[in-house]
């Protein structure tokens, strides 16, 4: 399965330059990966330039966090014990901006979305 479709990536790569401009704002997360039995990444803009990827990341240890992951990485990352990839949430429908799901999830110690 592909990490972003292509609309996912058009609409990241739009993202991207909006946060770069003086009309960013408080952005919905665009895409939702998941994989494990706890790790989620709710996935805002892409940067073309060094491949890496915006959003609230949480590896299931209770502290989830906002920053940058490299697409690359994400792509390689394969969960024990059959090494099964990250997935895509095919059905994921952002309800709140970036920044409210990153309160949330200070105040839970996980992602819900």
């Not at 058009?10 to 039995?37: H, R, T, W, Y």
């Not at 090494?83 to 200070?106: C, H, T, V």
């Amino acid at each position: 399965m592909k990490m972003f479709t292509k609309k996912q990536k058009e609409k990241m790569i739009e993202n991207f330059k909006l946060a770069n401009s003086d009309k960013q704002g408080d952005l919905k997360p665009v895409v939702k990966l998941f994989g494990g039995s706890s790790c989620t990444w709710l996935l805002v803009d892409l940067d073309l330039r060094t491949n890496t990827a915006f959003g609230l990341c949480d590896l299931g240890m209770g502290f989830p966090e906002l920053g940058s992951v490299s697409v690359e990485e994400l792509n390689d990352i394969r969960f024990p014990p059959f090494g099964l990839p990250i997935e895509r949430d095919l059905y994921f429908k952002p309800d709140k901006s970036i920044m409210e799901y990153n309160k949330q999830a200070y105040k839970l110690g996980y992602i819900q979305a």
